[in-house]
């Protein structure tokens, strides 16, 4: 059976219709049309209709998300139930015996996993494990000494589903699972966190365009860190950066990213956590390249280019748990993005062509729109003749379609 993606991909491209054209008589942005005709994210009703009337297909395509969300809801509850029912049974099970041992060692390998998987299978994860810990917290069968342990347990993994759903697009959904991982630093009284915490929000911040609301997380975590503990400071530094970057001050985003190297030469003590809850020195470069492309080239681009470089470099020859592959193909783009600014079309074309490989369900919502600047760098008028420009633009938004 035709899935509604699959229709509605089918029915847009026989009428000729660009996924931009598409998107506006949907009333949605390109990315999250895109996101549709992917399955990444389930399409809204509204859509279903807009789409079957636009696309002229006389009730197939309302006809086919319907089922489609019958079949997930009914899903949706046969899952809940047997979380439900296995919960209990543990419960009964092993009430004599309960400990967070198992729990964390579930959320330490899905810190890990998280570098190198799609975004869904980690939601589903996070959210069985997180449940386990709201119901340990919530029922009082634990330990009294683990409570804490608990809520950073259920902290930790509310921040996996922070950034599974940013990573999927939906930044006001993140942004609540970044709320709730606040408010289990919080009552954990864990300072580490609760920096990791800050850092993310600002991150959804920047993701939306508000450099401003960015700056202010940043600061505002600049409270929990100080003593050397973990790359927490690091890791603000470096978002500030990308924030001063976005509004134009190249002096001042050069000064934070010199102060996350000394934030980083003070750590006295490794995080607690490595894989998503860490900050590598390949992610802190890979910080760098991305916040001083958002200048005006010369020395930014300079700088930004060496530094996507020597994350990529250290990624691909480091230990595979800090290897991030979605953040390693964005450093290309960034590598891409500085090359152009220096007017080396043709670095930046090679440097594209790993992201250009990519299959649909390796595109996270940040390539598409990093790509798509790229490509509009590349077709500005001054690389009117330039073949190798004119092609990558055609490379890039063909893999968008």
């Given at each position: 059976?035709?899935?509604?993606?699959?229709?509605?991909?089918?029915?847009?491209?026989?009428?000729?219709?660009?996924?931009?054209?598409?998107?506006?008589?949907?009333?949605?942005?390109?990315?999250?049309?895109?996101?549709?005709?992917?399955?990444?994210?389930?399409?809204?009703?509204?859509?279903?209709?807009?789409?079957?009337?636009?696309?002229?297909?006389?009730?197939?395509?309302?006809?086919?998300?319907?089922?489609?969300?019958?079949?997930?809801?009914?899903?949706?509850?046969?899952?809940?139930?047997?979380?439900?029912?296995?919960?209990?049974?543990?419960?009964?099970?092993?009430?004599?015996?309960?400990?967070?041992?198992?729990?964390?060692?579930?959320?330490?390998?899905?810190?890990?996993?998280?570098?190198?998987?799609?975004?869904?299978?980690?939601?589903?994860?996070?959210?069985?494990?997180?449940?386990?810990?709201?119901?340990?917290?919530?029922?009082?069968?634990?330990?009294?000494?683990?409570?804490?342990?608990?809520?950073?347990?259920?902290?930790?993994?509310?921040?996996?589903?922070?950034?599974?759903?940013?990573?999927?697009?939906?930044?006001?959904?993140?942004?609540?699972?970044?709320?709730?991982?606040?408010?289990?630093?919080?009552?954990?009284?864990?300072?580490?966190?609760?920096?990791?915490?800050?850092?993310?929000?600002?991150?959804?911040?920047?993701?939306?365009?508000?450099?401003?609301?960015?700056?202010?997380?940043?600061?505002?975590?600049?409270?929990?860190?100080?003593?050397?503990?973990?790359?927490?400071?690091?890791?603000?530094?470096?978002?500030?950066?990308?924030?001063?970057?976005?509004?134009?001050?190249?002096?001042?985003?050069?000064?934070?990213?010199?102060?996350?190297?000394?934030?980083?030469?003070?750590?006295?003590?490794?995080?607690?956590?490595?894989?998503?809850?860490?900050?590598?020195?390949?992610?802190?470069?890979?910080?760098?390249?991305?916040?001083?492309?958002?200048?005006?080239?010369?020395?930014?681009?300079?700088?930004?280019?060496?530094?996507?470089?020597?994350?990529?470099?250290?990624?691909?020859?480091?230990?595979?748990?800090?290897?991030?592959?979605?953040?390693?193909?964005?450093?290309?783009?960034?590598?891409?993005?500085?090359?152009?600014?220096?007017?080396?079309?043709?670095?930046?074309?090679?440097?594209?062509?790993?992201?250009?490989?990519?299959?649909?369900?390796?595109?996270?919502?940040?390539i598409v729109k990093r790509m798509d600047r790229v490509a509009g760098m590349l077709g500005a008028p001054?690389?009117?003749?330039?073949?190798?420009?004119?092609?990558?633009?055609?490379?890039?938004?063909?893999?968008a379609a």
């Amino acid at each position: 059976m035709t899935t509604f993606p699959e229709l509605l991909r089918t029915l847009r491209m026989d009428a000729g219709m660009s996924l931009a054209k598409m998107a506006q008589q949907v009333h949605y942005d390109r990315t999250s049309l895109h996101h549709f005709e992917s399955g990444r994210r389930p399409a809204p009703l509204e859509v279903a209709e807009i789409a079957d009337e636009v696309l002229r297909a006389d009730g197939r395509l309302v006809a086919v998300w319907k089922q489609e969300d019958l079949e997930r809801r009914e899903a949706a509850a046969t899952h809940r139930v047997r979380a439900a029912a296995l919960a209990m049974s543990r419960d009964l099970t092993a009430l004599a015996d309960l400990d967070i041992t198992e729990l964390e060692a579930g959320v330490a390998a899905t810190a890990v996993d998280y570098l190198a998987s799609p975004p869904g299978p980690m939601m589903d994860r996070a959210h069985v494990l997180r449940g386990e810990a709201f119901e340990r917290i919530r029922s009082g069968h634990h330990r009294a000494g683990d409570r804490s342990d608990l809520y950073v347990a259920a902290g930790r993994l509310s921040g996996v589903l922070s950034y599974a759903l940013l990573d999927m697009g939906d930044a006001d959904q993140a942004l609540e699972h970044a709320t709730a991982a606040g408010r289990c630093a919080e009552y954990a009284g864990d300072a580490e966190l609760a920096a990791w915490v800050a850092g993310t929000k600002s991150l959804i911040a920047r993701f939306e365009g508000d450099y401003g609301r960015a700056l202010e997380y940043v600061r505002d975590g600049y409270q929990w860190v100080g003593s050397g503990h973990g790359t927490g400071e690091a890791r603000l530094r470096c978002g500030e950066a990308q924030c001063l970057a976005n509004l134009g001050n190249s002096r001042a985003a050069n000064l934070a990213l010199d102060g996350a190297e000394a934030a980083r030469e003070r750590i006295s003590r490794p995080d607690s956590l490595s894989g998503l809850f860490g900050f590598s020195r390949a992610k802190q470069s890979y910080y760098a390249g991305s916040s001083l492309i958002w200048l005006e080239g010369g020395h930014d681009a300079e700088r930004a280019a060496r530094e996507a470089i020597e994350a990529i470099a250290l990624w691909q020859s480091g230990p595979a748990e800090d290897r991030s592959l979605d953040d390693e193909r964005l450093a290309y783009v960034y590598l891409a993005t500085a090359r152009v600014q220096l007017d080396d079309v043709e670095g930046a074309a090679d440097a594209l062509i790993p992201v250009l490989s990519l299959p649909v369900e390796d595109q996270i919502s940040w390539i598409v729109k990093r790509m798509d600047r790229v490509a509009g760098m590349l077709g500005a008028p001054r690389y009117a003749g330039n073949q190798t420009a004119s092609e990558t633009v055609e490379k890039i938004n063909a893999l968008a379609a």
